[in-house]
């Protein structure tokens, strides 16, 4: 199992940006589709961006649509997610996840490893 590590994650204005990092390692990183959630108190963890194994794919969630972009360096065994125009729904607790099988995956049950998470606050 791949061990999974976010950072970035903080205190921005609304219209802000902020990039999180997600470092990997005990694995092969190349292998898995990675993706990233968040969960808000008292809201269920929701589906944000997800990245296939090469990073030729991405698909995102209707709401960061246009405002945020996933990435990846296979050679750092690290995942991005640039966040820009940033809005107070946005924030929650942002977790970055992999999944050991290729293809894009949205649902939280599919990603076997988690990360411990990061926070990020939007203040209006």
């Known amino acids: 199992q791949v061990q999974l590590v976010e950072s970035g994650g903080g205190l921005v204005q609304a219209g802000g940006s902020l990039r999180l990092s997600c470092a990997a390692s005990?694995?092969?990183?190349?292998?898995?589709?990675m993706g990233w959630f968040r969960q808000a108190p008292g809201k269920e963890r929701e589906f944000v961006s997800a990245?296939?194994?090469?990073?030729?794919?991405?698909t995102y969630a209707d709401s960061v649509k246009g405002r945020f972009t996933i990435s990846r360096d296979n050679n750092k065994s690290t995942v991005y997610l640039q966040m820009n125009s940033l809005k107070p729904e946005d924030t929650a607790v942002y977790y970055c996840a992999a999944r050991f099988f290729p293809g894009l995956h949205t649902v939280p049950s599919d990603f076997s490893s988690w990360g411990q998470g990061t926070q990020v606050t939007v203040s209006s």
């Open positions: 005990g694995g092969t990183f190349s292998r898995y589709a």
């Open positions: 990245i296939s194994r090469s990073g030729s794919t991405t």
